[in-house]
């Protein structure tokens, strides 16, 4: 586990009440099981023998303090931790091991899908979803415009969900999880179904929220878009943390560890490959030995002779 932050001298000044989020040495453990039945009995609430299931850790003893009003970027690999460890800040998720504090108000975009009635137009979907929030009347109308504005979905806005892009879906999602003045935001991925002016505004509309003193937490392979939003960056490699610190400093690394595993991808394809030249050689080798061979025994073989 390596730090690489420059900032850790200043984080110990911060009192408890400044950090926004703390998490502490958590763990998460998800059980694989062998068979359907047994994961059915698991549901269930029955025992099943240790036997049934193998141990898949997809977070091992993650420590995080994220000040109020920090923009913290997570970078990593597709299976790495990333999305649980939000799923676990957002509460949606409980880790195996460890705490995590929360202090704020969470606005999580997580996944495509959810959220929305896909049977609902934008409009409808806009509303109800202000309505949960507990904004109604004239606050409503004036916060719905905004939406509707930002997220330049104007010809659309009264179409049913349903026949929406993935990337009209992200527009309209993150146009109202930032409407409402979010304490803590946390934003997986879910931009890179944009294109890249939208994936722009986002950027600026992250840096006003936090301007404001919300807190961000920005997950993306977007590291140009890590880099331009971010300060501080994490790390996160089969579940463990890997780095935290300067945004740069971060993703160079990251980038130096995605070069070598490409590099140590290219060689065991090129191996394969001669491998499987090498054997395709030897199998024209054979065919050709046993040609010559059938050619000698039919030369060698006695003629038959004339009947007088």
């Not at 991925?189 to 505004?201: N, R, T």
Request: charged fraction near 25%; include cysteine; hydrophobic fraction near 45%.
């Amino acid at each position: 586990w390596v730090t690489m932050s420059s900032l850790d001298s200043s984080r110990c000044l911060l009192t408890m009440s400044e950090y926004a989020i703390e998490v502490n040495r958590v763990s998460k453990m998800y059980r694989l099981f062998r068979s359907r039945r047994y994961e059915v009995m698991s549901l269930l609430g029955l025992p099943v023998p240790a036997s049934s299931h193998d141990a898949f850790w997809a977070l091992r003893d993650i420590d995080l303090r994220v000040p109020t009003g920090a923009k913290i970027g997570i970078i990593g690999h597709n299976g790495a931790g990333k999305s649980t460890l939000l799923k676990i800040i957002a509460g949606q998720v409980t880790p195996t091991a460890g705490s995590v504090s929360i202090r704020g108000k969470v606005e999580a975009l997580m996944e495509l899908g959810t959220g929305f009635h896909p049977e609902f137009t934008g409009r409808e979907n806009v509303i109800a979803s202000l309505s949960y929030r507990g904004i109604f009347g004239k606050d409503a109308k004036r916060r719905l415009e905004e939406i509707v504005d930002f997220s330049e979905l104007d010809d659309f806005i009264d179409q049913s969900i349903k026949t929406y892009s993935a990337g009209m879906y992200a527009r309209l999602a993150f146009s109202v999880a930032t409407a409402i003045d979010p304490e803590i935001l946390i934003i997986d991925e879910v931009l890179g179904a944009g294109d890249a002016y939208f994936a722009a505004k986002c950027v600026d509309r992250m840096k006003a929220i936090t301007d404001s003193g919300a807190t961000v937490l920005f997950v993306s392979h977007d590291l140009a878009s890590v880099q331009r939003l971010c300060d501080r960056s994490i790390w996160i490699n089969h579940g463990r943390l890997i780095a935290d610190g300067d945004t740069l400093a971060v993703s160079k690394r990251y980038m130096q560890d995605v070069r070598l595993r490409e590099e140590r991808r290219l060689r065991s394809a090129n191996l394969r490959l001669m491998k499987g030249a090498a054997e395709a050689e030897l199998m024209v080798d054979a065919k050709r030995l046993l040609v010559v061979h059938f050619i000698e025994s039919e030369w060698r073989r006695p003629k038959g002779r004339l009947a007088v």
